[in-house]
């Protein structure tokens, strides 16, 4: 039965996910190819979004070392609530977006080494700027971003030490206008833009685990992404428009501008993790990460004020199992998960920093024997700040995800 659950989703979800128009409206995604979109699982966001901790249940899609791990067929697929309130120079609104986060499945193909291959959102463009004043009207809307189809691998070294790669191409669009109107003149001017991007990244990762007392265990992980250049197709049309009141545009004619294709450098990312805990009862750990986006650039628009500068995060958590055998309360069987997380996103505007906090925390809720589960997260977070007549947003994320693991190849003695 699973197998025709995976194959259904499956199908259902690459149209969904590949359809996607963006799935924020934050105006910092008019920056760079967009938002950054968090890679792991919800069990990950959960624990403030740590990826250092996996077992042979579910499947890590951040780190592919931690694929030899996996013992069962797992497939897995989430998807996320986020409602942003926004403010900037004392007004406020708020919206909401609902999206698919990801779907993959893992197979072990031996008692030391699994595959896994999926698809997510990478990047996000969702943006409606009103940059105007008494005289001029400037206009600013964007959506759409990137995905990623990756195919990873992870392999058991020796005792403890486990070795993985992730090849991954990348794929999607980027369509935004700019929209200028001038009092007392009659028409104004629409400058459609699309960069169409497609390319192949590669990604390494390592773990290590030893026992250091008969319950304790420590785990060490390091995962480094290789700097890649992905092709960038751009197209640029200008229109001589005119602009009702009533906010309705009339394109008049058209020019279609000539816009040289170039290569966009997705920046290259280090990630070290170190964290202890006792196996199917609790685990802590911390992770650093670093990536060069200074080299980021936005095709389409150039605005002074603006400087991408290389990105930072920090993030510690993890999870607690009160009685992963309990027979008597299924309560003691929920793993329970929590954590923090600080970002700075690379990004500068007007002198300001732009950064990102989140608390998180949530639930895994176990079905058929403790093999497959369901895991709800709650995250409240900020993003942006209010200075320099900036944009702050507070946010809230409701994520869900289905763990469901099955065994393919085991031969069966009975019928």
Do not use: C
Request: hydrophobic fraction near 35%.
């Amino acid at each position: 039965m699973i197998k025709k659950i995976v194959i259904l989703m499956t199908l259902v979800l690459a149209s969904t996910v590949y359809g996607q128009e963006g799935g924020t409206s934050s105006p910092y995604s008019f920056y760079g190819i967009g938002l950054q979109q968090f890679r792991g699982t919800v069990e990950n966001k959960a624990m403030g979004g740590l990826s250092l901790y996996s077992d042979s249940l579910h499947l890590n899609i951040t780190n592919p070392a931690q694929l030899g791990k996996l013992r069962f067929v797992n497939f897995t697929v989430g998807g996320n609530i986020n409602a942003t309130s926004f403010e900037e120079n004392g007004n406020e609104s708020n919206t909401t977006d609902t999206t698919f986060d990801y779907f993959a499945l893992g197979f072990p193909i031996s008692t030391k080494a699994a595959f896994s291959f999926g698809l997510m959102p990478w990047t996000t463009v969702g943006y409606d700027i009103d940059d105007s004043d008494d005289t001029v009207n400037n206009r600013f809307t964007g959506q759409g971003g990137t995905n990623r189809v990756f195919l990873s691998g992870g392999y058991e070294l020796s005792k403890g030490l486990y070795l993985g790669a992730t090849a991954a191409y990348h794929f999607g669009n980027i369509q935004n206008e700019a929209l200028r109107t001038q009092d007392e003149v009659e028409l104004g001017t629409l400058e459609a833009n699309r960069t169409d991007f497609a390319g192949f990244t590669w990604e390494f990762g390592a773990q290590f685990e030893k026992k250091i007392s008969k319950k304790l265990e420590i785990r060490a992980s390091l995962q480094y992404n290789v700097a890649s250049e992905i092709s960038a197709e751009s197209t640029r049309d200008i229109s001589s428009v005119f602009f009702t009141d009533l906010g309705l545009v009339t394109e008049i004619d058209t020019v279609e501008d000539l816009v040289e294709d170039s290569n966009f450098s997705l920046p290259s990312t280090v990630i070290a993790g170190l964290g202890i805990g006792e196996a199917n009862k609790w685990f802590f750990g911390g992770e650093f990460s670093a990536s060069e986006t200074s080299n980021f650039f936005n095709a389409s628009f150039r605005n002074g004020g603006v400087q991408f500068i290389d990105s930072f995060s920090y993030k510690a958590g993890g999870f607690y199992i009160p009685n992963y055998n309990s027979i008597r309360s299924y309560f003691e069987r929920i793993t329970y998960r929590a954590g923090i997380r600080y970002e700075e996103l690379g990004l500068r505007i007007s002198n300001q920093d732009i950064n990102e906090f989140g608390i998180s925390f949530g639930l895994g809720l176990p079905a058929r024997r403790n093999i497959s589960n369901l895991n709800l997260t709650f995250e409240y977070g900020q993003r942006g700040t209010t200075e320099a007549n900036l944009v702050q947003e507070d946010f809230i994320n409701v994520g869900i995800s289905l763990s469901l693991n099955d065994i393919w190849f085991l031969k069966r003695k009975f019928n």
